[in-house]
């Protein structure tokens, strides 16, 4: 049978053919329109799946033959883990090769790039550049230059292997849960995705800091974003949601926690969050409600992280508690 679907995974799709002229037409639409491939062998399969983290996108794609492609700028940050076979890719004046284990950006998101690809597994993670410059600091509308990386693989093995395992991680864990149900998990998981790229791949993301950030790290300052805080706990916030709340930027803001709370504005949100996670606890019934879902509900995805967050706030651990509510 040359073509067989597979059903959707949440939030994503899935496919399998063996029908070379659909996986080429596949690769037209989603690489560009240059497309140059050899005929696969017999029987071989191409496979396709792709899932969401909010606006985050993860997608594995297998084909066992060598193919080549030119295509437009992505417009977005695509960082590519090579599973098995080989790939090499071209933007502007570089070229990067890459093997079994490699990871690698694969363009300067405002520029055109061409790949070669050659009987490979690859697993992509597509970032929109709005999320990484959020989280870079970078003002909304402003007269920036474009984001630009100036290496495309990363700074260490280290961070590599971080990179893969994160992946993995929200994959296997997070995109797991109802999306529909759990926003803060998944949009933590986007978040943390976005914040590996920017720790492992430098580029001129990250503004350089200036006086104002200094002067604007004051305790009216740290008023407002605690207020904020408190008000929308549930809501799909992180650093930059909070300095712009306070009028001021990111870097004034965790400046600003730092010198007057002795803490940072995420660790403040989770604070928050683990005090409303609690309460929740205490009033919950046990017959009915789990320590993972009311985990889950205030965005705390790893449940050793919160059980060990919960056990040092509160002197025991969150089953305790359910049990005893």
Not at 28 to 36: D, E, F, I, M, Q
Not at 99 to 109: C, K, M
Not at 270 to 291: E, G, K, M
Request: glycine share 6%; net charge neutral; with cysteine.
């Amino acid at each position: 049978m040359p073509h067989q679907s597979h059903p959707d995974p949440p939030g994503g799709e899935s496919f399998r053919t063996t029908d070379v002229d659909v996986a080429r037409d596949w690769l037209k639409a989603a690489y560009g329109t240059s497309l140059r491939m050899k005929t696969p062998g017999p029987h071989s399969s191409f496979r396709y799946t792709r899932t969401a983290a909010g606006p985050v996108s993860l997608s594995t794609l297998s084909l066992p033959t060598d193919y080549a492609y030119a295509t437009d700028p992505l417009g977005a940050v695509a960082i590519t883990h090579v599973v098995s076979g080989r790939m090499a890719r071209e933007c502007a004046d570089d070229v990067t090769e890459a093997g079994p284990g490699d990871v690698l950006a694969i363009s300067q998101p405002h520029l055109p790039y061409a790949g070669r690809v050659h009987a490979a597994e690859l697993r992509a993670v597509t970032v929109p550049l709005a999320l990484l410059e959020r989280l870079a600091g970078r003002t909304p509308g402003g007269t920036v230059r474009p984001l630009r990386f100036t290496r495309f693989t990363p700074v260490s093995e280290a961070l590599a292997a971080q990179w893969k395992r994160t992946v993995s991680y929200v994959e296997e864990s997070v995109l797991a849960l109802p999306v529909e149900s759990e926003p803060l998990v998944i949009d933590a998981a986007a978040r943390m995705l976005a914040a590996t790229v920017l720790a492992a791949f430098p580029s001129n993301a990250r503004p350089e800091p200036v006086l104002a950030d200094t002067r604007d790290a004051t305790t009216e300052t740290v008023r407002r974003a605690v207020a904020f805080i408190e008000s929308e706990p549930d809501a799909e916030i992180g650093l930059v949601e909070m300095a712009a709340a306070a009028g001021v930027t990111p870097r004034a803001l965790q400046y600003a926690f730092r010198r007057h709370l002795g803490t940072t504005p995420t660790a403040h949100l989770r604070r928050v969050r683990l005090a409303l996670a609690h309460a929740d606890l205490v009033a919950a019934d046990p017959l009915r409600d789990t320590v993972t879902a009311i985990a889950n509900r205030w965005g705390f995805h790893h449940q050793g992280r919160f059980s060990a967050a919960y056990r040092a706030a509160y002197g025991g651990p969150p089953r305790r508690t359910l049990a005893e509510s």
